[in-house]
Structures are given as structure tokens and as C-alpha cells.
């Protein structure tokens, strides 16, 4: 029901826009988040948006360099990363947590669909 894709190989200093597509329900009432899983660590918050759009939430070490959004219409997220570092270099997932309330939160447990994931790498 998560869909993400947008994944690839860029050089130190590049961008990469992923996608989070959803599809076979509608996740208007839900905060989208962005996790990220480097081989031999545990998958990790990156970004978040609230239902509506209106608030985001970062990670502390992409701070100024991605940019997270939605577009309700298109029941896709997106994440901008640019400025990319080799540090972040992982395999990225969206997930999908119900929020009425506007909520953002970071913690894998509380997000209830995921997507499949997408590699990014980044060469120094």
C-alpha cells in the first residue's frame, strides 16, 4: 500500500528526490515518516509531515538539507535530499502513522504501514 521508489547512486554534494506512493486506502488522517537502514544498524527516524502538511519534523543530522512534503491530492511524500554525505547512505522507507490529532512522532513502533524501500547511495 506504500510505495517507494526514487533510489539511486549519486556522487557526495548531489540530490535525490524519493517518492512514497499510497494506494488502496487513503491516508488523510495519517503522519507520513521517512526512516532510513544502513547495513548493521537499526532502521532510523529521518523526517516527518503531519496529516495536513502543516508541521515537519527532522532528524537532527539532515536538518537544512532534506525537505520533506506531501501532496494530498496525489497521496504521495516526497523526500528532497540534497546535499547528500556518504553517512547518508542506507536503504530509505516511508511509513505511514495514524495521527488525527497532527501529531509527529519517530519511534518505528508507532507507525503502522510501511513501504518496501529504496536504496540510496552516495560516493564520496
Excluded: H
Amino acid at each position: 500500500q506504500l510505495q517507494a521508489s526514487g533510489g539511486g547512486l549519486v556522487q557526495a554534494g548531489g540530490s535525490l528526490r524519493l517518492s512514497c506512493a499510497a494506494s488502496g486506502r487513503t491516508f488523510s488522517r495519517y503522519s507520513m515518516g521517512w526512516f532510513r537502514q544502513a547495513p548493521g544498524k537499526e532502521r532510523e527516524f529521518v523526517a516527518a509531515i503531519n496529516w495536513s502538511g502543516g508541521s515537519t519534523y527532522y532528524e537532527d543530522s539532515v536538518k537544512g538539507r532534506f525537505t520533506i512534503s506531501r501532496d494530498k491530492a496525489k497521496n504521495t511524500v516526497y523526500l528532497q535530499m540534497d546535499s547528500l554525505k556518504p553517512e547518508d547512505t542506507a536503504v530509505y522507507y516511508c511509513a505511514a502513522d495514524y495521527s488525527p490529532t497532527g501529531s509527529l512522532r519517530r519511534r518505528v513502533i508507532d507507525y503502522d504501514y510501511w513501504g518496501q524501500g529504496t536504496q540510496v547511495t552516495v560516493s564520496s
